[in-house]
């Protein structure tokens, strides 16, 4: 009995055009899949051979021209969640169509389909709910997990993206609301880096939400519960960790939106057993240390004399925190002198050695007693605030992982910008209603001297008559190229040196280094290309760590290559059913 193919079987994850795909499929079958459909494009002999005369209108178009049609229907919209709506609709009809779209237009569509957007998609998700994608592993289905992932049309999978929607951007729990983050993860996967849509899968585990507007609202689809904590929780994670394991040996798993509680402790316990990584721990490290190191290139001081001072001691802030101090013993300190030029603030203050309740991950970047002890004009102590920390320790980088809006204020920018002649500030808290400070009041506070990053999209910046394009410190310019590189050479784990690996892979690419005016990261258009770069620099990492097998740079470079799925469409071949099928 020949095989049906399924939307996995749709076509090999290729960097060159697809080739004749075959399939069962036909009529509205062949329709209804969205990573076999190609509306209007099905050629006469493919309508002839597919049963789908009258199933279309009878003119034939191409790709381009589809494109065309939907980019004028999507521009023709008017709010964003309109056009989150209207990108998620087009996924699920027509997957090719909907990666042509989002490539060809990069820039103008990611804050759609991610930051900013997807927040409120994921605060909106019951009540635009229309197709389902991926799975949500409710904790009634915990016995279940390892059949419902055995199933056959997983067999692919290559990439897993997954929450439990506790920790949504800065907006907070949204439930089962939080799978619009793994959707808009992965679809930013295949955008940027070309994974093939059918090897990802976006899994939201609903644990319950503490949410009551969610918890009362009747359209709500998730499990209408308070959210499940403790050894429950545990159990449930460790019921899917060991199921994807025995499942996919080679799989990338990326844990995502996880509570600072769980976040840390999660990777902790699972980065040695899968190859996983927390892309809010070391994807945001990852570009803000490629970020800062093009920044650095720009001031002229050198990485190691940098003082980093952080608002905001989450899991994002040490995260981005323990990429730099590795890149700072890399670049000839102690460890001990780099740890000594970070001052890390968070709600109860700067941390300090004893403090109490000073979590593991916080605990590496608690300054000494004894190096404050002579800090003067404190404005509430004991506790010591941001405020102090930029009057005492003249920081030359400050970084916002807080989620508080306006916590930069002018007074502490300017008590910044007083002594460093070029201070880097990053507010990077999502999305833009919670940055800490906008651009364009950064530039006005500093005259025009700030090295600036954001972590949501702003309008351009106005400096001499001209716009200056505001650099968005978006995980987009990492993770997939990250995930990427692993999956070319399948890499048995992720290591810290490839996180290093991919900053400075990012960084090489920086505008500034040949130009202090130009920007510090590339272009959005150019992503394509910058996760190539990454996913190499990722790849040849893993290889001479012995964590993938032995190749070459020639090699590591077509494995890459070999990987990148093009949205293009394939001519189709029909297999026909036979007996009982």
Same mark, same amino acid.
């Given at each position: 009995?020949?095989?049906?193919?399924?939307?996995?079987?749709?076509?090999?994850?290729?960097?060159?055009?697809?080739?004749?795909?075959?399939?069962?499929?036909?009529?509205?079958?062949?329709?209804?899949?969205?990573?076999?459909?190609?509306?209007?494009?099905?050629?006469?002999? +493919?309508?002839?051979?597919?049963?789908?005369?009258?199933?279309?209108?009878?003119?034939?178009?191409?790709?381009?021209?589809?494109?065309?049609?939907?980019?004028?229907?999507?521009?023709?919209?008017?709010?964003?969640?309109?056009?989150?709506?209207?990108?998620?609709?087009?996924?699920? *009809?027509?997957?090719? $169509?909907?990666?042509?779209?989002?490539?060809?237009?990069?820039?103008?569509?990611?804050?759609? !389909?991610?930051?900013?957007?997807?927040?409120?998609?994921?605060?909106?998700?019951?009540?635009?709910?229309?197709?389902?994608?991926?799975?949500?592993?409710?904790? =009634?289905?915990?016995?279940?997990?390892?059949?419902?992932?055995?199933?056959?049309?997983?067999?692919?999978? #290559?990439?897993?993206?997954?929450?439990?929607? +506790?920790?949504?951007?800065?907006?907070?729990?949204?439930?089962?609301?939080?799978?619009?983050?793994?959707?808009?993860?992965?679809?930013?996967?295949?955008?940027?880096?070309?994974?093939?849509?059918?090897?990802?899968?976006?899994?939201?585990?609903?644990?319950?939400?503490?949410?009551?507007?969610?918890?009362?609202? =009747?359209?709500?689809?998730?499990?209408?519960?308070?959210?499940?904590?403790?050894?429950?929780?545990?159990?449930?994670?460790?019921?899917?960790?060991?199921?994807?394991?025995?499942?996919?040996?080679?799989?990338?798993?990326?844990? #995502?939106?996880?509570?600072?509680?769980?976040?840390?402790?999660?990777?902790?316990?699972?980065?040695?057993?899968?190859?996983?990584?927390?892309?809010?721990?070391?994807?945001?490290?990852?570009?803000?240390?490629?970020?800062?190191?093009?920044?650095?290139?720009?001031?002229?001081?050198?990485?190691?004399?940098?003082?980093?001072?952080?608002?905001?001691?989450? &899991?994002?802030?040490?995260?981005?925190?323990?990429?730099?101090?590795?890149?700072?013993?890399?670049?000839?300190? *102690?460890?001990?002198?780099?740890?000594?030029?970070?001052?890390?603030?968070?709600?109860?203050? $700067?941390?300090?050695?004893?403090?109490?309740?000073?979590?593991?991950?916080?605990?590496?970047?608690?300054?000494?007693? #004894?190096?404050?002890?002579?800090?003067?004009?404190?404005?509430?102590?004991?506790?010591?605030?941001?405020?102090? !920390?930029?009057?005492?320790?003249?920081?030359?980088?400050?970084?916002?992982?807080?989620?508080?809006?306006?916590?930069?204020?002018?007074?502490?920018?300017?008590?910044?910008?007083?002594?460093?002649?070029?201070?880097?500030?990053?507010?990077?808290?999502?999305?833009?209603?919670? &940055?800490?400070?906008?651009?364009?009041?950064?530039?006005?506070?500093?005259?025009?001297?700030?090295?600036?990053?954001?972590? *949501?999209?702003?309008?351009?910046?106005?400096?001499?008559?001209?716009?200056?394009?505001?650099?968005?410190?978006?995980?987009?310019?990492?993770? =997939?190229?990250?995930?990427?590189?692993?999956?070319?050479?399948?890499?048995?784990?992720?290591?810290?040196?490839?996180?290093?690996?991919?900053?400075?892979?990012?960084?090489?690419?920086?505008?500034?280094?040949?130009?202090?005016?130009?920007?510090? $990261?590339?272009?959005?258009?150019?992503?394509?290309?910058?996760?190539?770069?990454?996913? !190499?620099?990722?790849?040849?990492?893993?290889?001479?760590?012995? $964590?993938?097998?032995?190749? *070459?740079?020639?090699? !590591?470079?077509?494995?890459?290559?070999?990987?990148?799925?093009?949205?293009?469409?394939?001519?189709?071949?029909?297999?026909?059913?036979?007996?009982?099928?």
């Amino acid at each position: 009995m020949p095989h049906a193919a399924s939307s996995a079987d749709a076509e090999p994850a290729s960097g060159t055009p697809p080739r004749a795909v075959a399939t069962v499929r036909s009529g509205y079958e062949l329709l209804n899949d969205p990573l076999l459909n190609k509306g209007t494009a099905f050629t006469e002999a +493919e309508r002839e051979e597919f049963d789908l005369h009258g199933l279309l209108p009878p003119h034939v178009t191409s790709l381009d021209w589809q494109v065309t049609r939907r980019l004028d229907a999507f521009r023709g919209l008017g709010g964003d969640l309109q056009k989150y709506i209207f990108l998620r609709g087009l996924q699920d *009809s027509n997957e090719t $169509l909907f990666y042509a779209l989002l490539t060809r237009n990069i820039e103008e569509m990611m804050p759609i !389909v991610y930051t900013p957007t997807v927040g409120l998609g994921c605060q909106q998700f019951s009540h635009i709910f229309r197709k389902p994608r991926g799975l949500f592993l409710s904790l =009634p289905l915990q016995d279940r997990i390892a059949g419902i992932l055995g199933h056959a049309r997983f067999d692919g999978i #290559e990439t897993i993206v997954v929450s439990d929607g +506790e920790r949504i951007l800065g907006l907070g729990d949204q439930g089962a609301g939080g799978m619009g983050i793994p959707i808009g993860k992965l679809s930013l996967y295949t955008a940027c880096a070309g994974l093939h849509p059918a090897t990802t899968l976006p899994v939201l585990l609903d644990v319950g939400t503490d949410n009551k507007d969610h918890l009362d609202d =009747p359209l709500y689809i998730g499990w209408r519960h308070e959210r499940v904590r403790g050894q429950a929780y545990d159990d449930l994670v460790d019921t899917f960790a060991q199921a994807v394991r025995a499942r996919w040996p080679h799989v990338l798993l990326h844990w #995502e939106d996880f509570a600072l509680r769980n976040a840390n402790r999660l990777l902790a316990r699972y980065r040695e057993r899968l190859c996983s990584y927390n892309d809010d721990i070391q994807g945001t490290a990852a570009v803000a240390v490629a970020t800062l190191l093009a920044a650095v290139s720009v001031t002229g001081e050198e990485l190691a004399r940098q003082r980093i001072a952080v608002l905001g001691a989450g &899991s994002a802030g040490t995260g981005i925190c323990a990429l730099l101090l590795r890149a700072m013993i890399a670049a000839g300190l *102690s460890e001990a002198e780099a740890r000594g030029r970070f001052y890390l603030v968070d709600r109860d203050g $700067l941390l300090i050695e004893g403090m109490a309740d000073l979590q593991p991950f916080q605990a590496p970047f608690a300054q000494a007693r #004894e190096r404050i002890a002579g800090w003067k004009n404190l404005q509430s102590p004991p506790r010591i605030g941001l405020a102090d !920390v930029i009057a005492n320790a003249h920081p030359t980088v400050l970084i916002g992982t807080s989620g508080q809006p306006h916590a930069f204020t002018a007074p502490m920018v300017r008590a910044m910008a007083a002594r460093v002649r070029r201070p880097i500030i990053f507010p990077l808290s999502n999305p833009t209603q919670r &940055s800490e400070a906008s651009p364009q009041d950064l530039d006005a506070w500093t005259e025009g001297r700030a090295i600036i990053g954001t972590g *949501s999209p702003f309008p351009p910046l106005r400096r001499d008559g001209r716009e200056i394009r505001v650099d968005q410190t978006n995980n987009a310019y990492v993770y =997939p190229g990250i995930g990427l590189g692993v999956i070319a050479v399948k890499a048995r784990r992720i290591s810290d040196a490839m996180f290093l690996a991919a900053a400075r892979g990012l960084a090489e690419l920086a505008p500034a280094r040949h130009d202090p005016a130009a920007n510090l $990261l590339p272009p959005l258009v150019a992503l394509r290309k910058i996760s190539f770069h990454v996913a !190499v620099a990722v790849a040849a990492q893993a290889v001479a760590e012995g $964590l993938a097998d032995p190749l *070459s740079d020639d090699e !590591v470079a077509a494995a890459v290559r070999a990987k990148m799925w093009q949205p293009v469409y394939a001519t189709y071949r029909r297999l026909r059913r036979t007996g009982a099928q």
